[in-house]
């Protein structure tokens, strides 16, 4: 379609959008007024009907009925005025009553770790050791020629310590080497084989940012936070590039299984770019959004690098737009980098001094990149926005949009520089997930006085911050209806405890699927094209088999995702609709 003819669609559906309200004289005038032209332009290619459908859109929240055509939405509004652009060879689809929501946007995961969380051994929601070792031991053995035992998803509740042993997964696998990674993918669990193998002994150093725990006698324990991982982690038989687009093409289709029409890519090498490049081209069924890895204190070559790849990815299905880097780690692993001590001590571990990040930051600032900083702890979300306040400030810049990922436990005074900075809050749904990790290890980690303030997202909202919600895939699900349930009850899916975990931060669902569609829409400066149903803008959109805003929250979990279109095509349907 042309740009004057969407002009013309978008100006006429608009009047069809406030023609309910608006009194019938007035719906005559506009009708007489709209050119020939618009009629031919106006003829859909599907429309669905009978919906109660949730546009996102300020001013006419919900409605009955919307027309495609082509890539894009023709008219939004009720039955009849949807009718209107029927003709001969449009398709009508007869929602019978169901909820229909803009596509839902993932604002931040990992498209490859999640699509090979999909295969693997997983050891989520196995909170003691035992559990552990079932699961490790039944894959180990289902496995006799896997040259490493490798997993994730282990929970730090499941050892008394918090932290697991070396001596414990000998017990599991004593031949091989194992190296199992935690959920939140910042703490590495090896045997001794795999220990040995890296040479990891009680000479080996910390590397930078990271740390080999130890025991009292100073020996490896087996388990390495953050960048200590690498010692281990890099000797795994690394997958080969058709085996990482096999595992993409499947976590692809998953994603639009669970009602995804856009994600984040939270950061991401050149490499694994052409594999996803050449993943989505083969499973033509979501959006990514793409930050590359950040690159410290960036020369002016790798600048250009990355600046090639932006031009090249500036439009389509796959597009670069950020970079992505980490201020911090981990509350768990007393990685994040907090004001206070922890309880037995240690402030946590920052990646960069102020002044590194300050310098990286505005360089990239000034070469027009939006920044996308992890920053869990108080302090690191405190150094984020203090790096994107001085590059604004010494580059002149406004309109970047940087991000700060996380923000699990921000001082509530720090809050309203988000908005006063025009910087994105950048949340994960399920992060206040109070299970049996979160209440039995995460909130005494914390402490009470900094439990109370973590992941505030009524207060985020209610400091006026863009919140754009994700999952952190692999970290948690990206089952954006788990999500959604999990921000408006802050209950596990068996409904504990009781009344939710710090309940005064709880959303209602209205605001928690504004943060799964327009906000994240906003968050990769894509607003006028998604992130809710209106005339001229992308038909992407999800059918769902609950009302979210009328059902009681505790049964929003139930909630199926029953068709899934992006850009006017299905990309997911399931079997009962
Ligand atoms: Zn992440």
Redesign the pocket.
Known sequence: MSRRLTVLAAAASAALLTGGAAPPKMQEARASQAPQRLARAGQADRIFVNGRIWTGEPGWPLTEALAVRGTTILAVGTNAQIRVHSAKGTEVVDLRGRFVAPGLIDG???LLGGSLSLEELRLDDAFTFGALAGRIRAWADAHPDAQWVTGRGWAYAAFPDGLPSRAQLDAVVPGRPAWLVSYDGHTGWANSTALRLARVTPETKDPAGGEIVRDEKGEPTGALKENAMDLVGRLVPKLLPHEKERALKNGIAQAAAWGLTSVHQ?GIDAEELEILEGALAAVARLRVYVALDIERDPTPEALARQGELRRRFSEGRLRVGAVKGYVDGVVEARTAAMFEPYPGGGTGLPNFTQEELDRTVAAYDKAGWQVML?AIGDRGIDMALTAYERAARANGTTGRRHRV?HIEVARAGDLPRFKAAGVVASTQALFPYPNQNHLGVYVPTLGPERARRAMAFKAIDDAGAVQSFGS?WP?FTAEVVRGIACAVTRTTVEGTPAGGWEPSQKLTAEAALRHFTRDAAFAEHAEKEKGTLAPGKLADFVVLSRDLLAVPPERIKDTKVLLTVLGGQDTYRAREF
């Open positions: 931040h995961l990992h939270a992890h990922e952190d970290v």
